[in-house]
Nanobody, 125 residues
Framework: QLQLVESGGGLVQPGGSLRLSCATS????????IGWFRQAPGKEREGVSC???????NYADSVKGRFTITRDNDKNTVYLQMDSLEYEDTAVYYC???????????????????WGQGTQVTVSS
């Protein structure tokens, strides 16, 4: 059974950092692209970052230079390091998986089949 479980969310002050983890099981992570998405209250879900099966990355303009996505296939985990957090980063963050070999990842939620339950990130002073 394919599963994705996010963790690492919490409350942080503006300018602070958090590292989100997406622990996967039930499939071979090497063959999958993983995306991070977020949804703030009253807003549509938006793509934040993704990493392809071969390690190429993609970022939304709003997080470029502040967020870093990495993957550890041996640990079946994908990470999202979030630095210089802003109020606007407050949202529920989801990771998602899509089998996608040898192609760049995309930040469109409709391209992903498997989703985690989400983790809350709140940026507040």
């Amino acid at each position: 059974q394919l599963q994705l479980v996010e963790s690492g969310g919490g409350l942080v002050q503006p300018g602070g950092s958090l590292r989100l983890s997406c622990a996967t099981s039930g499939f071979t992570l090497d063959y999958y692209a993983i995306g991070w998405f977020r949804q703030a209250p009253g807003k549509e879900r938006e793509g934040v970052s993704c990493i392809s099966s071969f390690g190429s990355t993609n970022y939304a303009d709003s997080v470029k230079g502040r967020f870093t996505i990495t993957r550890d296939n041996d640990k079946n985990t994908v990470y999202l390091q979030m630095d210089s957090l802003e109020y606007e980063d407050t949202a529920v963050y989801y990771c998602a998986a899509q089998r996608r070999l040898f192609r760049p990842c995309v930040l469109s939620s409709s391209d992903y089949t498997y989703w985690g339950q989400g983790t809350q990130v709140t940026v507040s002073s």
